[in-house]
């Protein structure tokens, strides 16, 4: 069964200072790895997938994952972290068992930009 | 980038009474969408799998006949609250794949349901 971790329920960070988010997962077979976020009250928004190729993709909003396959994580990062950026995000995993598989999505971080 | 609408966005009703909530693709068509419920503070869980043509698959746990899902066409699905109570009350939430697309699912921006 497919299953993601996201170790902190809270991640805090200044303003301009690096963030990073963590998420570690369990699949059969190769994963494909997702990072969503969400505003209050409002729907997931898509920020970036691996699927395959490169280990670090990168997304919106000057975001990027770098996939660490014997790790078995996919850590979202960014270099300068905006008060904006402020919003919960979850990490996602769907097996590669064809179209329209169901994701699962990890419990969520809270991130929290300190002006 | 694709759009989901969903709506109602906020509904208010009274314990045992049907609510309609409509999840519609608006660039896009859909032979596969999500519903989602999500707790205060907690991850999205799958509700059901809302297919076009056919009945919808269900998870583990979630009533068939209190949650009534219509996916009546590519671009429009329906999830039928019915019979609320109080303990229904909570956030759901849309997603559409586009046909074709096998990664990226879109969100709708959620129904916030209270039953009182």
């Known amino acids: 069964a497919q299953s993601v971790a996201q170790p902190e329920d809270q991640v805090n960070v200044a303003e301009g200072n690096p963030l990073t988010v963590k998420c570690t997962y369990s699949?059969?077979?190769?994963?494909?790895l997702f990072w969503y976020v969400q505003y209050p009250n409002r729907g997931l928004q898509f920020l970036l997938k691996?699927?395959?190729?490169?280990?670090l993709v990168k997304g919106s909003y000057g975001f990027e994952a770098e996939f660490n396959k014997s790790q078995t994580s996919f850590h979202l990062k960014k270099p300068s972290a905006l008060v904006s950026d402020s919003a919960l995000y979850f990490c996602?995993?769907?097996?590669?068992?064809?179209?329209?598989?169901?994701?699962?999505f990890g419990p969520g971080t809270r991130l929290s930009v300190l002006p | 980038g694709a759009v989901v609408s969903q709506h109602p966005s906020r509904v208010i009703c009274k314990s045992g009474t049907s609510v309609k909530i409509e999840c519609r693709s608006l660039?896009?068509?859909?032979?596969?969408m999500f519903w989602y419920r999500q707790f205060p503070k907690k991850s999205l869980m799958l509700m059901a799998t809302?297919?076009?043509?056919?009945?919808?698959?269900?998870e583990q746990g979630v009533e068939k006949d209190k949650f009534l899902i219509n996916h009546a066409s590519l671009t429009l699905s329906t999830l039928t609250v019915t019979s609320a109570h109080p303990e229904d009350s909570s956030f759901y939430i849309c997603?559409?794949?586009?046909?074709?697309?096998?990664?990226?699912?879109?969100f709708g921006a959620g129904t916030r349901l209270s039953v009182l």
């Open positions: 691996y699927i395959t190729g490169d280990n």
């Open positions: 997603s559409a794949f586009p046909v074709g697309a096998k990664n990226i699912q879109y």
């Open positions: 809302s297919n076009e043509g056919s009945k919808a698959t269900y």
């Open positions: 996602a995993v769907r097996g590669p068992q064809g179209y329209g598989q169901n994701f699962v």
């Open positions: 660039d896009f068509q859909a032979t596969t």
């Open positions: 699949v059969s077979g190769n994963p494909y």
